[in-house]
T-cell receptor, first 108, second 115 residues
Framework: RKEVEQDPGPFNVPEGATVAFNCTYS??????FFWYRQDCRKEPKLLMS???SGNEDGRFTAQLNRASQYISLLIRDSKLSDSATYLC?????????FGAGTRLTVKP | GAGVSQSPSNKVTEKGKDVELRCDPI?????LYWYRQSLGQGLEFLIY????????KSGLPSDRFSAERTGGSVSTLTIQRTQQEDSAVYLC?????????????FGPGTRLTVL
């Protein structure tokens, strides 16, 4: 089993749609969690950290379920500029493990 | 301020040659990470440094790979006797400390192609 698993997609959605990505991780001792965004042929950039209580940043909402070892990212009112690959990242003792990413394409 | 920089941006080399990749982290960042990303794949952790020391080298894929960091700043990743499977984008990231919640800032990467 991979340490961090994501549905690779692609997710093709129209502008304005709501889309959700899921991620599962295998090590229950994992300490911190992040979503990164990576544009084609660019480096990853932090989108948001994920907290147990759930957190929201504008149109983006992240949730963590430690019992199920599951992380989610919800994007509301999607924009063309949201098209990218979204990487789930799990940190255990500063060993950062990245998922393979979920590709999102938002279409007009 | 300046972000993480990496050089060269692209490197094409012949199988069997050695290559050296450089990372210049954000000034003052004590933690430095190396990853590689093969085409269409996620990031593979290679090594991290706290200051000049590397507590965890377990991610290095073979003994042909080595990394060092001097002066707590610039780091070099060296690949000896390159193989075609080493072709990937090598990404460096830095963060202000080894805190588990600290944001990692990535450089633009070095695209390595081994012919």
């Amino acid at each position: 089993r991979k340490e961090v698993e994501q549905d690779p997609g692609p997710f093709n959605v129209p502008e304005g749609a709501t889309v959700a990505f899921n991620c599962t991780y295998s090590n229950s001792a994992s300490q911190s969690f992040f979503w990164y965004r990576q544009d084609c042929r660019k480096e990853p950039k932090l989108l948001m950290s994920v907290y147990s209580s759930g957190n929201e940043d504008g149109r983006f909402t992240a949730q963590l379920n430690r019992a199920s070892q599951y992380i989610s990212l919800l994007i509301r009112d999607s924009k063309l500029s949201d098209s990218a690959t979204y990487l789930c990242v799990v940190n255990l003792n500063n060993d950062m493990r990245f998922g393979a990413g979920t590709r999102l394409t938002v279409k007009p | 301020g300046a972000g993480v920089s990496q050089s060269p941006s692209n490197k094409v080399t012949e199988k069997g040659k050695d290559v050296e990749l450089r990372c210049d982290p954000i000034s003052g960042h004590t933690a430095l990470y190396w990853y590689r990303q093969s085409l269409g794949q996620g990031l593979e952790f290679l090594i991290y440094f706290q200051g000049n020391s590397a507590p965890d080298k377990s991610g290095l894929p073979s003994d042909r790979f080595s990394a060092e960091r001097t002066g707590g700043s610039v780091s070099t990743l060296t690949i000896q006797r390159t193989q075609q499977e080493d072709s990937a984008v090598y990404l460096c990231a830095s963060s202000s400390s080894l805190g588990n919640t600290d944001t990692q800032y990535f450089g633009p990467g070095t695209r390595l192609t081994v012919l």
